[in-house]
């Protein structure tokens, strides 16, 4: 008896031993920097007993179960307020466009499935013609079970990525000197991670811009008042607008309006140029918080104004094709 209690106490420490080793992320997510046919951000958040950043991946080919696990190592950076986590950004680049991808973080064993962008709209693996993306914003001012139903609602359409325009966790004070609402920002993007999964078991990529509630004084400030925003994701990253290009066919604009940039100046010179560069490209959009023509508040307000004398004839000159508008809690839609 009293051997069989000692074996039954080693396997017991044995069992705990081996779980102290794998971790679960708080929230694991997907995002692009550069070329969504060939690259693949990801990012996690673990407590701060965890300091890996390698991720192991490998391509999905169903004749070959034996390939080898590539890694590739990030790094990490603890998230603002001193909240007791990290947060671990890995990219992976070189990688074969329109292709599913297994991957899994050395800090756990579950495996986990994305896809890369295809080269041309010819067909995306085995879907026909085009390309789906899912867009939206102010996704949080009913709580995050509305959140997470809509997300699951909207992953039934199998999206490559979502875009959204600002308004996220709404965790962020109006008054400056105040701290950011951390549980609201933690559990928005745990949320995230835990309802954006296509049927087919593929992580949806996530594309943000900034709005007045991701921003502490929510207009007029600069990127030090949104910590959270500035951690949390990697693109649009500094200065906080940014384009991210796809092949031949696809240019989007993510833009400041006037949260932590101005919309004339810097910004506007920026933009002019970017556009520029793309007049060839297929299809270009653009994605921002405050709307140029608002369909339920006041036309005059300052950030609307601003953008229709700055932005828009920049939008018509260059021929952006859609513009995706947000901040109104109301659906529009206009030619």
Same mark, same amino acid.
Request: charged content about 20%; some cysteine.
């Given at each position: 008896?009293?051997?069989?209690?000692?074996?039954?106490?080693?396997?017991?420490?044995?069992?705990?031993?081996?779980?102290?080793?794998?971790?679960?992320?708080?929230?694991?997510?997907?995002?692009?920097?550069?070329?969504?046919?060939t690259?693949?951000?990801?990012?996690?958040?673990?407590?701060?007993?965890?300091?890996?950043?390698?991720?192991?991946?490998?391509?999905?080919?169903?004749?070959?179960?034996?390939?080898?696990?590539?890694?590739?190592?990030?790094?990490?950076?603890?998230?603002?307020?001193?909240?007791?986590?990290?947060?671990?950004?890995?990219?992976?680049?070189?990688?074969?466009?329109?292709?599913?991808?297994?991957?899994?973080?050395?800090?756990s064993?579950?495996?986990?499935?994305?896809?890369?962008?295809?080269?041309?709209?010819?067909?995306?693996?085995?879907?026909?013609?085009?390309?789906?993306?899912?867009?939206?914003?102010?996704?949080?001012?009913?709580?995050?079970?509305?959140?997470?139903?809509t997300?699951?609602?909207?992953?039934?359409?199998?999206?490559?990525?979502?875009?959204?325009?600002?308004d996220?966790?709404?965790?962020?004070?109006?008054?400056?000197?105040?701290?950011?609402?951390? !549980?609201?920002?933690?559990?928005?993007? *745990?949320?995230?991670?835990?309802? /954006?999964?296509?049927?087919?078991? %593929?992580? &949806? +990529?996530?594309?943000?811009?900034?709005?007045?509630?991701?921003v502490?004084?929510?207009?007029?400030?600069?990127?030090?008042?949104?910590?959270?925003?500035?951690?949390l994701?990697?693109?649009?990253?500094?200065?906080?607008?940014?384009?991210?290009?796809?092949?031949?066919?696809?240019?989007?604009?993510?833009?400041?309006?006037?949260?932590?940039?101005?919309?004339?100046?810097?910004q506007? !010179?920026?933009?002019?140029?970017?556009? *520029?560069?793309?007049?060839?490209? /297929?299809?270009?959009?653009?994605? %921002?918080? &405050? +709307?140029?023509?608002?369909?339920?508040?006041?036309?005059?307000?300052?950030?609307?104004?601003?953008?229709?004398?700055h932005?828009?004839?920049?939008?018509e000159?260059?021929?952006?094709?859609?513009?995706?508008?947000?901040?109104?809690?109301?659906?529009?839609?206009?030619?």
């Amino acid at each position: 008896q009293h051997t069989v209690f000692s074996i039954s106490l080693l396997l017991n420490f044995a069992v705990f031993i081996v779980c102290g080793f794998s971790e679960e992320p708080h929230a694991l997510y997907l995002t692009w920097k550069k070329d969504p046919t060939t690259t693949m951000t990801i990012q996690w958040i673990s407590s701060k007993s965890s300091e890996t950043d390698v991720v192991e991946y490998r391509k999905v080919e169903a004749e070959k179960q034996d390939i080898i696990w590539e890694k590739r190592e990030g790094s990490h950076f603890p998230l603002p307020q001193e909240v007791p986590y990290f947060i671990h950004v890995v990219e992976l680049q070189a990688l074969e466009p329109n292709s599913s991808y297994q991957f899994r973080l050395k800090m756990s064993d579950r495996e986990y499935l994305f896809r890369t962008m295809p080269t041309d709209l010819k067909g995306g693996e085995g879907k026909g013609n085009g390309v789906t993306f899912l867009a939206g914003g102010d996704t949080n001012h009913r709580g995050v079970a509305l959140f997470e139903d809509t997300n699951r609602a909207a992953c039934k359409h199998e999206p490559f990525f979502v875009v959204f325009g600002g308004d996220l966790a709404y965790a962020c004070p109006k008054n400056k000197n105040q701290e950011e609402d951390s !549980k609201l920002w933690l559990e928005w993007i *745990a949320s995230y991670s835990k309802t /954006m999964i296509t049927p087919s078991g %593929y992580l &949806v +990529p996530l594309l943000v811009t900034i709005g007045n509630h991701d921003v502490k004084g929510h207009y007029k400030g600069d990127p030090q008042d949104a910590p959270f925003f500035y951690s949390l994701f990697a693109m649009p990253g500094l200065p906080g607008y940014n384009v991210l290009r796809c092949s031949h066919y696809l240019s989007f604009y993510f833009l400041d309006s006037n949260h932590t940039n101005r919309i004339k100046g810097t910004q506007t !010179k920026w933009l002019a140029n970017e556009l *520029a560069k793309d007049t060839d490209v /297929m299809h270009r959009f653009a994605i %921002y918080h &405050v +709307p140029a023509f608002p369909s339920v508040r006041q036309y005059k307000t300052y950030e609307s104004a601003s953008i229709r004398k700055h932005w828009v004839p920049l939008f018509e000159k260059y021929g952006l094709h859609v513009a995706f508008e947000n901040n109104d809690h109301a659906y529009k839609r206009t030619y």
